[in-house]
């Protein structure tokens, strides 16, 4: 059975800092590419950040890029997002998902974790 | 960016009934990347479709979809009591990988 189940959210002060992690069992983590998708209280989906199957390539939205750093170690099965001066707006519960791609096809995320919520405030 | 907007913010109907959602995209969505998710209160989201018309594993007949280009539509054929959700589409042909901004589907 595929688990995805994340960990690491909590209360930090505005300018602070946090490591969220991920942790994945069930199939062969180092085929996927993998992402994090956050929603606010009340709000949509917003996509954040992706990361490829060997961790060589990652990507970001606009409004993260340079605060937030994915990383990734396919030994320990274990996905993280280093998030750093954080902001109000960034208060979210953070859903890590998996995505698989085989050639030139790519699949969209199929299995998300349960989420973790970070809040962000004085 | 490719922004999706979906119509309508919310849909008000009966159990039994159909459910016509809409998502439109700013530009074409190449190779029809195009999925739907379903979120209920609480939980994470389930991917309903891929490849803008496949149903994923374990989703009922009741869910199609269909679409290419800039408009895709997902349609229920007869609510079920379980299918009061958010509904969002995604494209994921690149970065980044953005949602619409939902569709409530909620009992009348």
């Known amino acids: 059975e595929v688990q995805l189940v994340e960990s690491g959210g909590g209360l930090v002060q505005p300018g602070g800092s946090l490591r969220l992690s991920c942790a994945a069992s069930?199939?062969?983590?180092?085929?996927?590419?993998m992402h994090w998708v956050r929603q606010a209280p009340g709000k949509g989906l917003e996509w954040v950040s992706a990361?490829?199957?060997?961790?060589?390539?990652?990507y970001y939205t606009d409004s993260v890029k340079g605060r937030f750093t994915m990383s990734r170690d396919n030994s320990m099965n274990t996905l993280y997002l280093h998030m750093t001066s954080l902001r109000a707006e960034d208060t979210a519960v953070y859903f890590c998902?998996?995505?698989?791609?085989?050639?030139?096809?790519?699949?969209?995320?199929?299995?998300w974790g349960q989420g973790t919520l970070v809040t962000v405030s004085s | 960016e490719i922004v999706l907007t979906q119509s309508p913010g919310t849909l008000s109907l009966s159990p039994g009934e159909r459910a016509t959602l809409s998502c439109r995209a700013s530009?074409?969505?190449?190779?029809?990347?195009l999925a739907w998710y379903q979120q209920k209160p609480g939980q994470a989201p389930r991917l309903l479709i891929y490849?803008?018309?496949s149903r994923a594993t374990g989703i009922p007949d009741r869910f199609r979809a269909s679409g290419s280009g800039t408009d895709f539509t997902l349609t229920i054929s007869r609510l079920e009591p379980e299918d009061f959700a958010v509904y969002y589409c995604?494209?994921?042909?690149?970065?980044?990988?953005?949602f619409g901004q939902g569709t409530k589907v909620e009992i009348k």
């Open positions: 998902a998996s995505r698989y791609c085989t050639g030139n096809i790519c699949y969209p995320l199929d299995s």
């Open positions: 069930g199939f062969t983590f180092s085929n996927y590419d």
């Open positions: 990361i490829s199957a060997g961790g060589d390539k990652t």
């Open positions: 530009q074409s969505v190449s190779s029809s990347y």
């Open positions: 490849g803008a018309s």
């Open positions: 995604q494209q994921y042909v690149r970065s980044p990988w953005t």
